[in-house]
């Protein structure tokens, strides 16, 4: 085991490594939620690195200092909704080392946070128009497929840099 003060620095150059992302994002508006999903990632390196607790710090400093600096404050919200929480979430559910459930568990976890941010992004950011988002049933499907695509890469990517990097 590390020490903390090697940890917390650890998540402090994680949280500026998802700042810088999530800035990217913003200055590139066509590939905002592929960096928006990418500081997900570098969040979830603190789960590996030290425990939730020192993931559930570096999500919430990530979220809280994305909405008071990158610009797009959409990013901000999609990365403290989803992605940044998401983190933990599949942490959490991972432990039940019960595939079937795991899934539910994690699609559930999708759809909710997706509708709600379909149904409140028009309403405090104009994010998603409002006819789109009176018919999210249309797009929650698809929704769901790309985000499982995206849990079995977030899973490959997180293996292969733990073993990679050797955190």
Known sequence: ??????????????????????????????????FTAIAGVVAALTVVQGNLAYGLLTVIATALLSALIVPAKEIALLYAAFFGPYTLVKNLIERLHNLPLEWVLKLLFCGIVSALLFLFADSVLAMVPAVLASHIWLFLPAVLFVFAAYDIVFSKLIVYLFQRLHI
């Open 1 to 34: 085991m590390q020490s903390k003060t090697k940890t917390l620095t650890f998540c402090a150059m994680m949280t500026a490594l998802g700042i810088l992302f999530l800035m990217m994002g913003s200055m590139m508006p066509g590939m905002w939620v592929a």
